[in-house]
C-alpha cells in the first residue's frame, strides 16, 4: 500500500498539528482546567487528537446499512462485523488500519496512548464493553478511519437499556471527526424520538454533516421524489441551518439494483459522495483548526458563566438557597453576560443542560475571573489561530494531492466503468467506425434539403437548421466550433453529422467536451487537422 504523506514527512508535520497542540495546552487548557470546562462539557484534549487521521463517523436507525455501507467503501470485512436485519451492531467498532486483523476490547483502547480514544473511559464500563476497534491492512484506512455505531431503535426500549449516555457519547465523537454521515433508509423512512434526539446532539457540527439515502433503488422513481421530500422537510425541522443539508442518493452495497431506472442519478450521486469523503485528508488540519476555534469560543463563554455564578455566593450563610436561586435564574445570567462581554447567544451552552450538570457542583470551590487567563485565549483567537491559518494554506500547497485510495474509490476512476464512460461523446471511444457514421443517413437527407454549394453548408443555413433543437445560442455555439473542424465557416455533410451528433448528446443530457476527442473526427479530417490559432 502506499504510505501517506501527511504522517511521513516530519517537518510538514511540526507545524500545523503541532501549532494546535502548543496553542491547546499553554492557552487554552489553563482555562478550561480552571473553569472546571470538562466537568461540564467535554473532556481534555489528548496529543492522539492532534495527529490522528480523519475520521468519519456513522449514525443511522438500524438495517439502514451502515455496516453493509463501510464494508462497499473498503470492499473486505472486517473483524468483529455482523449484519442482519434484526439489530446486529449494537457497539460503537472504529474501524482503523493495522498491519494485522484484530479487534482490540474497548477497555485496552482506552489506555492506549496512541489511539484518540482514552477519554472515553469517562463513560463507565456499560459503554466500554460496548466499544471496540476492528484492525486490518486496508488501503483505504491508510488515509481515514470509520467508526460504526449502534443503530437506533425506533420507539423507547432500548434507551434503558443501554446503560450508558448514548448521545453523549456520539457528542464526544462528533466533536473530533471530519464527516458525519448520517444513514436512512429510502424504503422505510421513518425517524424516531431517539434519532431526532440524536441529530439534535450532534448541533453544533452540521457543517460535518452528510446524509445518505440509501437502498432508494428500492422504490419507484414517483415514490423516492417523496420519500426524498419527506426526508428534507423532517431534516428541516431537527436541524437548522441556513444551508440545506447535502443529501446523497443511491444503493451504497454492491448487489444490482432492484429498480434500475435511477441508475445514472445512484452513479453520479456516489461519486459526489466519494469525492466529499476523498477531500477529508486534505482539509483535515482545518477541520482541527475549526474545532479548537469552536471548543475555545465555548471555554472562554463557559469561563463568564462560573465566576459569575461564584460572584454572586455568599461567603457563609444560605449557600444553598442561593444556589438554587441562582441555577433558577441562569437563562438573566446568561443575557447579562451577553450585553456586558458582546458575545453572540448562539455561543452559550443549552441551559437547561447547564442547569441540570450545576445541580451536582459545589459552586464555592468555583474560581473568580481571572483576566490573564481570558487574555490568553483571546490572543490566541486574534493572533496565533491566523498564523496557523496561513500555516494550513501553505501545508496544503506542499502536499501531494492527497485523496483517500483504495477499496470502492479504485472502481470508479478509470476504464470503461468510469463515471460517464462511452456515454454522451465518448460514446464510440473504443469503436473501430466512427460514431457518427451510424445516424449520418438520417443528417444527410436534412443536409441535402440545405441546398449545399461544393458539398458545404453556409452557416446561416445550418444555423437555421440548428435552432431547431431549441437549445441556447451558447450552446450551439459551442457546437458549431467543435463540429466546424476545418474552421472554414461552412460544414460539409461529415461536419454537419457531427454538429446533429453534438446536438443530441447535449438534449441527452451529457455535458459537451471542451475540444473534440479524437473518436469524433470525421474519418476524412483525421491527421490533416489544421494547426489551432495560437
Not at 510538514?12 to 503541532?18: A, G, H
Not at 495546552?25 to 462539557?41: C, I, M, Q, V
Not at 463563554?301 to 449557600?319: D, Q, R, T
Not at 450585553?339 to 452559550?348: M, R, T
Request: glycine residues 6%; charged residues 25%; aromatic residues 8%.
Amino acid at each position: 500500500g502506499c504510505s501517506w504523506p501527511l504522517y511521513k514527512d516530519p517537518e510538514l508535520f511540526q507545524n500545523v498539528s503541532e501549532g494546535l497542540r502548543r496553542l491547546y495546552r499553554t492557552k487554552l487548557f489553563p482555562l478550561e482546567d480552571t473553569y472546571r470546562f470538562h466537568d461540564f462539557h467535554s473532556p481534555a484534549l489528548e496529543d492522539a487528537d492532534f495527529d490522528n487521521k480523519p475520521m468519519v463517523l456513522l449514525v443511522g436507525q438500524y438495517s439502514t446499512g451502515k455496516t453493509t455501507f463501510i464494508r462497499h467503501l473498503m470492499e473486505q470485512d472486517f473483524p468483529g462485523m455482523r449484519i442482519g436485519p434484526e439489530p446486529t451492531t449494537d457497539s460503537f467498532i472504529a474501524v482503523m488500519y493495522g498491519e494485522q486483523d484484530g479487534v482490540i476490547p474497548g477497555n485496552a483502547l482506552v489506555v492506549d496512548p496512541k489511539k484518540p480514544f482514552r477519554k472515553l473511559n469517562a463513560f463507565g464500563n456499560a459503554f466500554l464493553n460496548r466499544f471496540m476497534c476492528a484492525q486490518l491492512p486496508n488501503p483505504v484506512l491508510e488515509s481515514i478511519s470509520i467508526i460504526d455505531t449502534p443503530g437506533i431503535l425506533s420507539g423507547e426500549k432500548q434507551r434503558i437499556s443501554r446503560g450508558y449516555d448514548f448521545a453523549a457519547v456520539l457528542e464526544w465523537f462528533a466533536e473530533r471527526v471530519d464527516r458525519i454521515i448520517l444513514l436512512f433508509d429510502a424504503h422505510k423512512l421513518d425517524i424516531s424520538d431517539e434519532f431526532s434526539e440524536v441529530i439534535r446532539a450532534l448541533k453544533n457540527h452540521e457543517d460535518k454533516m452528510r446524509v445518505v439515502l440509501n437502498k432508494a433503488d428500492q422504490i419507484s422513481t414517483q415514490q423516492l421524489m417523496r420519500v426524498y421530500g419527506a426526508l428534507m422537510w423532517s431534516l428541516g425541522k431537527i436541524i437548522n441551518t441556513p444551508e440545506v443539508v447535502r443529501v446523497y442518493i443511491g444503493s451504497f452495497w454492491a448487489q444490482p439494483l432492484l429498480v434500475p431506472d435511477n441508475r445514472k442519478l445512484f452513479e453520479a450521486e456516489e461519486q459526489d459522495l466519494f469525492l466529499d469523503i476523498q477531500s477529508l485528508p486534505r482539509n483535515a488540519a482545518l477541520r482541527k483548526l475549526n474545532d479548537l476555534i469552536k471548543r475555545a469560543r465555548l471555554a472562554k463563554v463557559h469561563a463568564y458563566i462560573i465566576s459569575s455564578l461564584k460572584k454572586e455566593m455568599p461567603s457563609v450563610f444560605g449557600k444553598d438557597s442561593k444556589k438554587k436561586e441562582l441555577i433558577g435564574n441562569l437563562a438573566e445570567i446568561y443575557h447579562r453576560i451577553e450585553k456586558e462581554h458582546q458575545i453572540s447567544p448562539g455561543d452559550f451552552p443549552n441551559v437547561a443542560k447547564m442547569q441540570e450538570l450545576l445541580n451536582g457542583q459545589d459552586f464555592s470551590k468555583f474560581a473568580v475571573l481571572k483576566p490573564k487567563l481570558l487574555e490568553a485565549v483571546e490572543d490566541m483567537l486574534a493572533n496565533d489561530i491566523a498564523r496557523l491559518m496561513a500555516m494550513v494554506r501553505q501545508e496544503e500547497a506542499a502536499m501531494p494531492t492527497q485523496s483517500v485510495k483504495g477499496g470502492a474509490f479504485e472502481g470508479t476512476m478509470s476504464g470503461p466503468f468510469g463515471h460517464g464512460y462511452g456515454e454522451g461523446a465518448s460514446e464510440g471511444i473504443d469503436e473501430l467506425e466512427w460514431v457518427v457514421g451510424r445516424d449520418k443517413p438520417t443528417y444527410d437527407e436534412i443536409f441535402y434539403t440545405l441546398s449545399p454549394i461544393n458539398g458545404k453548408v453556409s452557416g446561416a443555413a445550418a444555423k437555421k437548421e440548428m435552432l431547431k433543437s431549441k437549445l441556447p445560442n451558447t450552446v450551439l455555439g459551442k457546437i458549431w466550433k467543435l463540429a466546424d473542424v476545418d474552421k472554414d465557416g461552412l460544414l460539409d455533410d461529415e461536419e454537419f453529422a457531427l454538429a446533429n451528433h453534438l446536438i443530441k448528446v447535449k438534449l441527452e443530457g451529457h455535458e459537451l467536451p471542451s475540444a473534440l476527442p479524437e473518436h469524433l473526427i470525421p474519418p476524412s479530417k483525421r491527421g490533416t487537422m489544421p494547426e489551432e490559432d495560437i
